[in-house]
């Protein structure tokens, strides 16, 4: 399933990474993501910072997902979301989840081919 640039020319992908570098892997577990790395639909970069809920007992994924949603991202780019209650916040906050493996580097490349 490749994106759309169809979508909507608004779309802000949010990339759950293992680090900082393009380079990196995507996350594992987006709830749980040392870093987050966003981009416009075009591949641009925008911002990459670390999660801020790491720190948390539990509720990281359903937080994280929320603070995505509030920086207007549209898509979660990630290996697999840690629980439904994360899942729950990514559906009600309109934020569509596209699993992938690979690093930071093939989702962009892919943005910039659409």
Known sequence: VGFSHSVIAQEKFAIAADGMQVTDGIANLAGIAPYFHLYDI??????????????????????????????????LVAQRVPGPKMHDVLIERNIRLVRRLGTVQDVVDELKEE
């Open 42 to 75: 075009n591949g641009n970069p925008i911002e990459i910072f670390a999660n801020p809920h790491l720190d948390l007992e539990f509720g990281t994924g359903p937080a994280a997902a929320a603070s995505l949603a509030d920086m207007g991202v549209t898509v």
